[in-house]
């Protein structure tokens, strides 16, 4: 099975889920084939540290935080399709911004199927992102279902 078609067929499988997020690990895949990938599928892909990075540096510090979430449910809600890939997320882990990571694209992909690549470890439901001690070190567990490794 190509990757398109497993792509596929796990957004199939989550449509309709009270969260509709899937995670694809490419540690060990390069990621721009991935994306291609994806975009083979006619799935809008925003790389979030660009896009989130652009409109928070109009803004102080301490009103950052609360502009995330608003500013990805734009992204999100300007999508035609029901439908969106996040990419590049790292600036989502920088602790200026103090996000719960699952919980921001939890609360994103109600209505919407949310596709985010991951860029840290994948250990069977275990997402890790930076080593334990460093500064933006986060911990999700997710369900495995909801989890690609490649």
């Given at each position: 099975m190509?990757?398109?078609?497993r ?27 991935v ?15 660009l ?17 995330v ?8 809600n300007?999508?035609e399709?029901k ?37 840290g ?6 997402l ?9 070190h986060?911990?999700?567990q997710v ?8």
């Amino acid at each position: 099975m190509s990757l398109t078609e497993r792509i596929q067929r796990e957004i199939d499988q989550i449509s309709g889920q009270r969260h509709q997020l899937l995670f694809i690990s490419c540690v060990t895949t390069d990621m721009n084939s991935v994306i291609d990938q994806v975009q083979t599928l006619l799935i809008p892909t925003y790389n979030l540290s660009l896009e989130l990075s652009r409109h928070l540096r109009e803004f102080p510090v301490q009103k950052r935080q609360r502009e995330v979430s608003a500013f990805l449910r734009q992204l999100v809600n300007k999508s035609e399709r029901k439908i969106v890939c996040f990419n590049n997320i790292e600036y989502i882990f920088d602790p200026e911004l103090t996000q719960d990571p699952l919980r921001l694209f939890e609360s994103l992909s109600g209505n919407v199927v949310v596709i985010v690549i991951w860029p840290g470890n994948v250990d069977g439901s275990t997402l890790t992102y930076a080593v334990p001690g460093h500064p933006e070190h986060t911990t999700l567990q997710v369900q495995k279902e909801n989890i690609i490794t490649l």
